[in-house]
């Protein structure tokens, strides 16, 4: 069964980067699909960061465009994310999931979410 | 970026009950709307994708209708463990989600 487990800081300084990893197992992030960042802030707000797709290519959220990074290790089939220039604004739960572009862009696999304070 | 609302933040309904949640995006969105349902340890599971394709595993009890800008979820028989909050997605352009309807037993 495909499995998504986030891990990372809990505690990141204001103008510092956020730093966070997806480990996927029971399918190769090279086979197909697209991974992706999503998070929701306290209240509950969805919004979708970005993905790396199988072939390494991403897509941002315009509005995070300037700040984000999604990459890849293909030895560990895991991926990441770097947030820079971090408020308290991007105090979030963070989760990854598989999106499957053949079925409307969907997100058919989630992790469980890690939770990130931003905080001095 | 295309808007979605779901009108309803909660609704309270009993056991056996019939339960339609809303979405409506800001334009058309050709079909493309996802539901999730998310449990309150936070675990999100995929329900329905290109509004009323029900994803592997889920029950048959859920049924998604809808075109243009106004797409719904029915639950036909609520059982205890549909107890969650239920969220809309639009891929027409960029991925953006619906704010939430909390479902709660009355």
């Known amino acids: 069964d495909v499995q998504l487990q986030e891990s990372g800081p809990g505690l990141v300084k204001p103008s510092q980067s956020l730093s966070l990893t997806c480990t996927v197992t029971?399918?190769?992030?090279?086979?197909?699909?697209?991974w992706n960042w999503i998070r929701q802030f306290p209240g509950n707000k969805l919004e979708w960061m970005g993905y790396?797709?199988?072939?390494?290519?991403?897509s941002y959220n315009p509005s995070l465009k300037s700040r984000i990074s999604i990459t890849r290790d293909t030895s560990k089939n895991q991926f990441f994310l770097q947030l820079n220039s971090v408020t308290t604004e991007d105090t979030a739960t963070y989760y990854c999931?598989?999106?499957?572009?053949?079925?409307?862009?969907?997100?058919?696999?989630w992790g469980q979410g890690t939770s990130v304070t931003v905080s001095s | 970026d295309i808007q979605m609302t779901q009108t309803t933040s909660s609704l309270s309904a009993s056991l056996g009950d019939r339960v339609t949640i809303s979405c409506s995006a800001s334009?058309?969105?050709?079909?493309?709307l996802n539901w999730y349902q998310q449990k309150p340890d936070g675990t999100v599971k995929l329900l329905i994708y290109?509004?009323?394709s029900l994803h592997s595993g889920v029950p048959s009890r859920f049924s998604g209708s809808g075109s243009g800008t106004d797409y719904s979820l029915t639950i036909s028989n609520l059982e205890p463990e549909d107890i969650a909050t239920y969220y809309c997605?639009?891929?027409?352009?960029?991925?953006?989600f619906g704010a939430g309807t909390k479902l709660e037993l009355k």
């Open positions: 999931a598989r999106i499957t572009t053949a079925m409307s862009y969907a997100m058919d696999y």
């Open positions: 997605q639009q891929y027409s352009k960029l991925l953006t």
């Open positions: 290109y509004t009323s």
């Open positions: 029971g399918y190769s992030i090279t086979s197909d699909y697209a």
């Open positions: 790396i797709s199988y072939s390494g290519s991403t």
């Open positions: 334009q058309g969105i050709s079909n493309y």
